[in-house]
């Protein structure tokens, strides 16, 4: 899904031509858009006491803002690179006001970082495209090394961390590591792009208990009801009947 490049203004002004260039559809349906004191723990085991968000993101009591993996520049290096992938526009909020960072760091400091539920044993080699990521290198150290990388980028380009430099140029930089274009330490960029894109998606529509999708404002996009205790009184009208979305920590 492609189309002709328009100018940095163009881009801004839907949810988004990155996510069509990127190729970030589902089922053919680009992602996204109106159908629809801190204690910080980094991944280096250092204890500090931050909090670079105090007033973004919509109030829930559900979604938990400690760091538990990255430090606080990784993080927002992270949710830059997210809100270029599902930016705020006219139709809601974007990753970062979503605190897709904060579920990304999560799921990374847990089983799904150190791939606990994979077999991983080898011989690792090569898989066809359509198999993924089949290296032997963990989904943490793969996100770490892309974000490093990320950085080391935005640095040759404009001697700035990648958080601080222009987003046409974060989007720049972006689709070169989706191309693959960019030299990881026995990895490959795409398949931390590719990672970083699922696991930004992830956030913005999982349940809020998990980190991500702050006040439910993901959910309210699409419209979606989240997780009711019955449809019972609701199952036979033939109407859409729109329903205020709960978490799974409402029916606590």
């Known amino acids: 899904m492609s189309e002709n490049k328009e100018t940095f203004t163009e881009k801004k002004s839907t949810r988004r031509n990155f996510l069509k260039n990127s190729g970030l559809t589902l089922g053919g349906i680009v992602l996204g858009g109106a159908v629809t004191s801190l204690v910080v723990k980094n991944n280096d085991g250092e204890t ?3 909090d670079p968000h105090s007033s973004h993101g919509t109030e829930s009591a559900n979604f938990n803002r400690a760091l538990m993996f990255f430090n606080i520049e990784q993080l927002l290096t992270v949710e830059a690179a997210a809100e270029q992938i599902f ?7 974007g990753a970062k006001e979503l605190l897709v960072g904060y579920y990304i760091d999560h799921q990374l400091a847990g089983g799904f970082g150190s791939n606990a539920k994979e077999f991983r044993q080898g011989p690792f080699v090569k898989g066809e495209p359509t198999q993924g990521n089949q290296s032997a290198i963990l989904n943490k150290d793969l996100f770490t090394m892309g974000v490093t990388a990320l950085d ?19 989007i720049e930089l972006l689709q070169k590591f989706e191309a693959g274009d960019v030299a990881l330490n026995g990895a490959n960029s ?3 792009f590719n990672l970083l894109k699922k696991m930004t998606i992830e956030g913005v529509y999982a349940d809020p208990l998990y980190g991500g ?13 989240g997780s009711q205790m019955s449809y019972a009184n609701i199952i036979e009208k033939d109407e859409f009947v729109e329903m205020e979305p709960k978490s799974l920590s409402d029916h606590q």
């Open 152 to 170: 080391a980028e935005a640095f040759k380009l404009a001697e700035k961390k990648f958080y601080e430099i222009e987003e046409e140029k974060q």
């Open 87 to 93: 930016p705020k526009d006219e139709n809601g909020p």
């Open 48 to 50: 500090t006491v931050a």
């Open 213 to 225: 999708n702050a006040g439910l404002e993901g959910w309210k996009m699409k419209r979606y009801p």
């Open 190 to 192: 795409k398949d931390f």
